[in-house]
T-cell receptor
Framework: DGGITQSPKYLFRKEGQNVTLSCEQN?????MYWYRQDPGQGLRLIYY???????QKGDIAEGYSVSREKKESFPLTVTSAQKNPTAFYLC??????????????FGAGSRLTVL | GENVEQHPSTLSVQEGDSAVIKCTYS??????FPWYKQELGKGPQLIID?????GEKKDQRIAVTLNKTAKHFSLHITETQPEDSAVYFC??????????????FGKGTSLLVTP
């Protein structure tokens, strides 16, 4: 089945540590996205990538980094510079042309807790 | 950037009644308006969407209406069932290969359908 796989589902981190969240898709989508979800805050865009080896900052990119070396993969690193990293992180992908553009398919999410 | 407001934040209805969730957006260039349903601990799932060349779209018990002049759109769920209980998000976006395909989300509506 085609879809998006995020791992790990739950992750605990000590303050000062970097952590990388994995996102893999087999939908042959060109675009991929990372959103952060906090209670009552909706989904806020961290980074997005429309094509391999290219990505852009979203609304809340500070303290995060990404890479897009392969079409299928878009890992997110939460660095120690992120002041409030505890949240639910969602990865998504979409096409970039025609009726597929903007139609986001989401993964099941990764819940990060900083101890 | 685009600002999407969503109301109400919580909604409780009895099984069989209708539910209406409303959203407004700020960017008149936006031309794509999806609705997502998120169940507890899962990623959001697209349930219906509308593009700016139509005013209404229906899929069984779910319908979305769009008023571009007033810059608002609404989700209507008829004959609600307990399995409709979830958090619903509206979003808006401008389909443009230069600006990307990311969605701007409202803060969500927690819908509870009681038997």
């Amino acid at each position: 089945d085609g879809g998006i796989t995020q791992s790990p589902k739950y992750l605990f981190r000590k303050e000062g540590q970097n952590v990388t969240l994995s996102c893999e898709q087999n939908l042959n989508h060109d675009a991929m996205y990372w959103y952060r979800q906090d209670p009552g805050q909706g989904l806020r865009l961290i980074y997005y990538s429309q094509i391999v080896n290219d990505f852009q900052k979203g609304d809340i990119a500070e303290g995060y980094s990404v890479s897009r070396e392969k079409k299928e993969s878009f890992p997110l690193t939460v660095t120690s510079a992120q002041k409030n990293p505890t949240a639910f992180y969602l990865c998504a992908s979409s096409g970039t042309g025609g009726s597929g553009a903007n139609v986001l398919t989401f993964g099941a999410g990764s819940r990060l807790t900083v101890l | 950037g685009e600002n999407v407001e969503q109301h109400p934040s919580t909604l409780s209805v009895q099984e069989g009644d209708s539910a209406v969730i409303k959203c407004t957006y700020s960017d008149s260039a936006s031309n794509y308006f999806p609705w997502y349903k998120q169940e507890l601990g899962k990623g959001p799932q697209l349930i219906i969407d509308i593009r700016s060349n139509v005013g209404e779209k229906k899929d069984q018990r779910i319908a979305v209406t769009l008023n571009k002049t007033a810059k608002h759109f609404s989700l209507h769920i008829t004959e609600t069932q307990p399995e409709d209980s979830a958090v619903y998000f509206c979003a808006a976006s401008f389909t443009n290969s230069n600006s990307g395909y990311a969605l701007n989300f409202g803060k969500g509506t927690s819908l509870l359908v009681t038997p």
